[in-house]
């Protein structure tokens, strides 16, 4: 398996335009996380979905984030519109999910940057 | 609401030496899941290590140990004989055990001098 597949592995964009990033998780894995890194706040969670139901929104920071997990095998998350504040590398991951201890796979993430 | 804590934001270490990165976390459940992820300048997430709060033995992989406190709400991350390739930022993280919901510490940055 390719692991966790997220794209594009970098994205500069002007303040207030809308930004999408996309992930493929691992085949099989049932929960999916997106999350946030910022040197002061760490790995923030945003969302996570269990067999492609958004499950816990709560890190979603505002209105402005939305994220959509239309089938097993995609998902996406869109800013629109960005803010210089949004600059940072998000993540995706995956794992099999249910009641077995078994860790997330990561993506290489998202850098974004917005100016 | 869930917390874990790391503070300490930079660690360093010699060579061949030992080093204890320290966790904390806040929860009122009783069965969940402990993890240690590396994350090297490539930026890619690696499992280091993972601990079941049911167990009361301590996980070890290899160079890798934890001190787990399950009354003290603690969980350290011991490196010994720390090699140039550990250098990295190092997360614990904390799941419950019904749930899939997997949260992060802020990190800490190790560096390895030689």
């Known amino acids: 398996d390719a692991g966790v597949i997220q794209s594009p592995r970098h994205e500069v964009t002007e303040m207030g335009q809308e930004v999408t990033l996309r992930c493929k998780p691992i085949s099989g894995h049932n929960s999916l996380f997106w999350y946030r890194q910022t040197m002061m706040r760490g790995l923030e969670l945003l969302i996570y979905f269990n067999n492609n139901v958004p499950i816990d929104d709560s890190g979603m920071p505002e209105d402005r984030f939305s994220a959509k997990m239309p089938n097993a095998s995609f998902s996406t998350l869109k800013i629109q519109p960005s803010e210089p504040r949004d600059s940072a590398v998000y993540f995706c991951a995956s794992s099999v999910g249910g009641r077995v201890s078994t860790e997330a796979f990561f993506g290489q993430g998202t850098r974004l940057t917005v100016v | 609401a869930q917390t874990v804590t790391q503070s300490q934001p930079e660690m360093s270490v010699q060579e061949a030496e030992t080093v204890t990165l320290s966790c904390t976390y806040d929860t009122s459940e009783s069965d969940y899941y402990l993890f240690w992820y590396k994350q090297p300048p490539s930026r890619q997430m690696i499992l280091v290590i993972r601990?079941?709060?049911?167990?009361?033995q301590n996980a070890t992989e290899n160079r890798f140990s934890v001190n787990f406190q399950k009354a003290a709400k603690s969980f350290s991350l011991k490196i010994s004989d720390s090699q140039l390739g550990d250098a990295a930022m190092y997360f614990c993280?904390?799941?419950?055990?019904?749930?899939?919901?997997?949260?992060f510490g802020t990190g800490t940055r190790l560096q390895v001098f030689p």
């Open positions: 993280a904390y799941r419950i055990y019904n749930t899939d919901k997997l949260i």
């Open positions: 601990q079941e709060a049911y167990k009361q």
